[in-house]
């Protein structure tokens, strides 16, 4: 069982409030992920990290960004919310070497009214 | 620019039939990952194909790669309801930094 959490699971919110989206993992990865998924839909990497300090944008352009300030943390932050903005995060980590499986957390289910 | 592609994207077939969901990709790669993911969910993994040939079972799903073909098969046997969710594929450039993912294949099993 792979040990990466996100919270919150779900949110509602209103347009221009300021979010950030919380994922830890336990596993002690270098590498830690970002996707978005609408509905039924393929996954969208949007920010990506090699570990501490390291942030990189991923191929789907997004108007959040991220912070790596501990190995095992990497938040994801709106400063304004939109409707727009209404999907799926997941967050998963992975080895830097090996197998280089990616494991996801549970997601988090954001709604921007 | 790596791309890797899904066929069918969807399916829907009756409980007890096989069926084979194919994932091509676009770029030498020698690894090949299988995602499970449930409505509403995150994503499970299911399989890890490291080599050419590689094939591993687990209940009634099979998965196979030929990195030559740049394919990967995931073979249903005798579909249960249980097995209907989404399948992902995804493949990895030659450094393996990045997963690329398909499209996915959304599958339903009717009783």
């Known amino acids: 069982e792979a040990d990466i959490y996100q919270t919150p699971r779900y949110l509602v919110i209103g347009t221009g409030k300021k979010i950030t989206l919380e994922c830890s993992q336990t596993m002690g990865h270098d590498k830690m992920y970002w996707y978005q998924q609408d509905p039924g839909m393929e996954l969208h990497l949007i920010h990506y990290?090699?570990?501490?300090?390291?942030?990189e944008k991923g191929d789907l352009s997004s108007e959040s960004t991220v912070s790596r300030i501990r190995t095992e943390h990497f938040p994801l932050t709106l400063e304004s919310a939109r409707p727009s903005h209404t999907s799926q995060y997941l967050c998963a980590s992975s080895e830097w070497q090996g197998v280089r499986e990616q494991f996801f957390g549970p997601g988090t289910r954001l709604t921007v009214l | 620019e790596l791309k890797v592609e899904q066929n069918p994207l969807f399916l829907s077939m009756q409980e007890g039939k096989n069926y084979t969901i194919y994932c091509n990709y676009s770029t030498t790669s020698d690894r090949l990952y299988w995602y499970r993911q449930d409505p509403g969910k995150s994503l499970e993994s299911l399989f890890v194909?490291?080599?050419?040939?590689a094939v591993k079972q687990e209940g009634r799903l099979m998965a196979s790669l030929d990195t030559k073909a740049r394919l990967s098969t995931l073979h249903i046997t005798a579909a249960v309801h249980d097995l209907s969710a989404t399948y992902f594929c995804?493949?990895?450039?030659?450094?393996?930094?990045?997963?690329?993912f398909g499209g996915g294949t959304r599958l339903m099993v009717k009783p």
């Open positions: 194909l490291l080599s050419n040939g």
């Open positions: 995804a493949s990895t450039n030659n450094a393996g930094n990045m997963l690329t």
């Open positions: 990290s090699y570990g501490v300090n390291s942030t």
